[in-house]
Each structure stands twice: as structure tokens, then as C-alpha cells.
């Protein structure tokens, strides 16, 4: 399953590059769902990506790394799942049913998830990849009378006391709060067809919170006091939609949609996390992604 030139860009030698090694599939998913939203993923040479793809797969396990040379993590298995979905190349993942049991494994009986079997660390980032991974797996939902592969009651049990007094989601029970765990508990408990009366269920707080992300400069933050990212544009706006599309409405969209375009590179194209500063394909995703 390893080809005999991992997939290659032009700066492969540069430090940043070293320092970002790890996170290659993530970076590969990023450009490639980028390209997709612009209807451009014909661009793309799909066996080339396939075969980076596989070629992170550890057969011993079921899973994936960042990177050929890397260990597996849930966070890259579910990367890995999202490209060979978007090629429509899920028949090529060697072993579904390996796959399912690593991650089914990763669950602890709090309901939350491990990134890795050698993590004590739990996150709401990797209950929402776990669970959306089954769903890419047709896990989830179990069609009756199969029992779902994971304690899906405890599952949302957990990821609900993630909540804080003002209605945003942290990282653990009791963490600080911050739009992109918003995201990933929102997008999690809507999986586990949680409603979104249970999801905010005081009076519109969580609402309220996500709309007072906006800035005066029509970008989002993640927290209160701090300053606009684009890459919020995605977070902010699908937990938004996800609690009800007329959630929309209590955000200024053309601000926001202006904010993100001036901080686009006008000579290269990407995306920056704010206008002017430098382009990169994380923001470029995220930025595009909120204006889709």
C-alpha cells in the first residue's frame, strides 16, 4: 500500500514544512474539500491522493496517521475517511470492519472518546470525529434491531455536560469555552440526533453566544475579547445552522462575507486568517467553506 513517491509538494524541504509533517492528511483534505466547494476537484490527480491515502493506513490496526511515517490518531482516520469519501473511494478502505472496531474501541466508559489507544486524553473534538466516522462507515445510525456499535447514550450524556453556564461547549466537562468546540459538540450531538432544544435548550444562550462572536469588523472570534479569524466563518456559522437555519439571520452575512473575501491573497488566491496577513490552505478551507 505504499507508493514509491509519497505525495510531494514544491516546499517539501523547508522547515515549516518538517514542523507541519504530521499533519499532511489534514492539510490533503483541506485543499481537496477547498477544490470541491469550487467545483474544481477534477484539478486533483484522485489515484495520486488515494495512494498518499493508503499508504498512512496501518493494517495491525485499522487506522490512520498524519503522514506515511506516522502514528494512527482517530483525527487522521477521520481525515482519511473524509478524502476517500469525497473520491467517492470508500471501497478501497482496506478493512471497514477493522476500522469500525479501532474506533468503537477508543470510546471510555464516561462516553467520551480517546484520540488513540495510547491517550488518556479525552476531547469533544474526538467524540465528533468518532462519530462521524461511523456515519462515513454506515455505522450510525444502526438500522433496527442492530445495536449501534458505541454507548450512544452516554455518548451524548457526555458531550451535553460539556456545555457551560452561558450555553457555549468546551473542550472537557468544565473547560473553557471556544467556537470550534462549539462546533464539534453541536456537530456531534446533531449526528446522535440529539434536537436542538436539547442542544440549547435555555432560552436561545448558545445562540446568542455564536452571534456575539461578530466583530465590528464583520469577522467572528472564537472567545470574547479576542480578535477575528476567518476560520470562525465555518465553526461559528454551521453551529448556527445546525440549531436552525433561521439562526442564520442573527448574524450581518454580507460583513462576514466581506471580511473573508479581503482576506483572500489577490495575486496567489488563499485565504489568510485576517486581512493581511499570509495565505494558508487551513484558512483558505474554513473560508471558503463559510462563504459555501
Partial sequence: LTPSRPLQHSNSDTFESYLLEHKKMSGVYWAATAL????????????EIIAFVLSCYHPDVGAFGGNYNQDP????????LQILALFHALDRLPSPSLTLSYITSLQ?????????????STDTRYSYAAILSLHLLSALPAPAPTPPPIDTTAATTWLLRTR???GAFGCV?????????????????????????AIDPDDNALADWLAARQTPSGGLNGRPDKD???CY??????????????KLRWIAVARLERFVLEAQDGERGGVADRPGDVADVFHTFFGVAGLA
Fill in 173 to 197: 466537562p468544565g473547560a473553557e469555552y471556544h467556537a470550534g468546540q462549539v462546533f464539534t459538540a453541536v456537530a456531534a450531538l446533531s449526528l446522535l440526533s440529539t434536537p436542538a432544544s
Fill in 73 to 80: 490518531h482517530l483525527l487522521y482516520t477521520l481525515s482519511a
Fill in 164 to 166: 457551560n453556564f452561558d
Fill in 36 to 47: 470541491d466547494l469550487l467545483g474544481s476537484l477534477h484539478l486533483l490527480d484522485k489515484e
Fill in 108 to 120: 471510555t466508559p464516561s462516553g467520551a472518546f480517546l484520540g488513540s489507544p495510547d491517550s488518556n
Fill in 233 to 246: 466563518s465555518w465553526w461559528v456559522v454551521a453551529s448556527l445552522a445546525i440549531l436552525g437555519p433561521e
Fill in 228 to 230: 477575528p479569524d476567518v
